[in-house]
């Protein structure tokens, strides 16, 4: 059987602040609008459909691991720094401007505009080294 992540719906307080945030940052293309949905698309066919969340609505904090190229951490990584957003090595939310070394690679923590805890790493966990 073949089972693979289609897309997922990234409630957001501002659907157009939050998707442009994430395509920003990891150097993709604009988000598209599909109605409802401002559509990010990644690189492995799997989409973030980011929606509007109403005011009074509480919205869980979610986590979204990315993983990302050596060359593209550095990109990554110098647009978080140029922005001034706080990031962390691990999930703990301890440690600020540090980054972690986990199976070998690179990677760090940081929150996007909704307030969802986003991740790139540059190897998988459990990958080694």
Do not use: C
Not at 34 to 41: I, R
Not at 52 to 73: G, R
Request: charged residues 20%.
């Amino acid at each position: 059987m073949v089972v693979e992540l289609n897309h997922t719906i990234v409630g957001a307080r501002d659907k157009a602040e939050s998707a442009a945030f994430l395509t920003e940052i990891l150097g993709l293309d604009p988000p598209v609008d599909a109605g409802h949905f401002l559509v990010v698309e990644l690189s492995n066919g799997v989409s973030l459909d980011f929606a509007d969340v109403a005011d009074d609505v509480d919205i869980p904090s979610q986590h979204y691991a990315f993983l990302i190229s050596e060359a593209e951490f550095d990109e990554v990584h110098a647009r978080v720094l140029e922005r001034e957003i706080t990031f962390w090595p691990h999930p703990r939310i301890a440690d600020a401007g540090q980054i972690n070394h986990n199976d070998g690679g690179r990677g760090f923590y940081f929150m996007d505009p909704s307030g969802h805890f986003l991740e790139v790493l540059t190897r998988p966990y459990g990958s080694g080294a």
